[in-house]
């Protein structure tokens, strides 16, 4: 979202974090260590969490988000908590004029994020959502490498994570987490940045349930077909149902392969096999993080605009729609 730095000329901003998890905590860390910056409130769903971050990271607590979003003395907010909150956290806090970071997905309801975008550009305030996968050593050796394969025809993207036993956690919640192409977003943006549109999606989705709304695993299997007739294969399982964890990406082309198992990688081309290195995954919160205050005092452009993430959010909408009906879904384009 191209705006001109609304804080530049102060010497610190004000952030106030919404969740107390993995994300929140490496963004905590990279704020602390910003002298442009400064971590002023922090809340999340438990007393006891929040209480142990406020320790860990010298920060004040406060007891509901909304709360924290009305704040003052606070100019940007950073949504770090479950994604059926994301949207309505969103909303409150750019009309009170701030500026927001959000983890994907920007909203689990397509409308919801669309109207999102448009309040941000009416307001004139960032709405960067995170898609750290774009910062990734995979990805960006697939951008390096991808001419060549020639013209690629065929993709698959394969995420199991076993695990015995599934945790009660809202990440295997069927309303706190959200359908899971939506919710696991990545899985779908790293083909739309890479390749643009999609035409159709076909998608089937299964859950084993448990009860009070989570369930113990889930598989989703999703058929894209792009406007330029590549067709993308992505899988998305977790839970006590699976055996063994399996991470695969795999490119088809009609000059070599690229394949990915977990953070192996090769290019496989006529004259043979080549392994690919890829950096390592650590820091990319911080990366994006970074990046974000940059952009905030020196207007340095950001690596993704949020129309990005809310054209991926769409497909995974019709996949969504896809595995309710029955059917194939056609995405309207333009």
């Not at 960032?126 to 065929?154: C, K, N, S, T």
């Not at 709304?213 to 792009?226: E, K, P, R, T, V």
């Amino acid at each position: 979202m191209s705006l001109t730095p609304q804080i530049s000329q102060l010497s610190t901003i004000q952030v106030g974090i919404v969740g107390t998890g993995y994300a929140a905590k490496r963004r905590a860390e990279t704020f602390l260590k910003d002298q442009r910056s400064h971590l002023e409130l922090v809340t999340g769903h438990t007393a006891e969490n929040i209480a142990s971050f406020c320790q860990s990271y010298g920060v004040s607590a406060c007891d509901t988000w909304e709360k924290l979003v009305t704040a003052k003395n606070i100019d940007l907010v950073v949504i770090c908590t479950i994604n059926q909150e994301h949207g309505k956290i969103a909303k409150l806090a750019l009309e009170m004029g701030k500026n927001v970071i959000i983890e994907y997905p920007l909203s689990l309801d397509i409308v919801e994020a669309s109207n999102l975008l448009c309040l941000a550009k009416k307001q004139g305030k960032l709405l960067h959502i995170e898609h750290i996968e774009i910062l990734g050593g995979m990805h960006q050796a697939v951008r390096q490498y991808l001419p060549q394969l020639g013209h690629v025809f065929y993709g698959r993207y394969t995420t199991i994570s076993a695990k015995h036993p599934t945790p009660r956690h809202w990440t295997y919640h069927h309303q706190q987490f959200g359908f899971p192409l939506k919710a696991a977003l990545p899985r779908i943006h790293r083909f739309t940045d890479l390749f643009g549109e999609v035409k159709t999606v076909t998608c089937h989705t299964r859950y084993w349930d448990t009860q009070d709304g989570y369930y113990h695993a889930c598989l989703c299997d999703a058929q894209l077909q792009f406007q330029n007739e590549l067709i993308i294969d992505v899988m998305y399982g977790k839970g006590d149902i699976f055996v063994k964890s399996d991470r695969t990406f795999e490119l088809y082309g009609d000059q070599g392969k690229m394949i990915f198992e977990g953070i192996d990688g090769k290019l496989i081309t006529p004259e043979g096999a080549k392994p690919i290195e890829l950096e390592s995954r650590r820091g990319l919160f911080a990366q994006d993080t970074t990046k974000v205050l940059d952009y905030l005092f020196a207007g340095k452009p950001l690596y993704i605009e949020p129309d990005s993430s809310l054209y991926a959010l769409q497909v995974a909408d019709a996949a969504y729609q896809s595995s309710q009906l029955g059917k194939t879904v056609t995405i309207v384009n333009g």
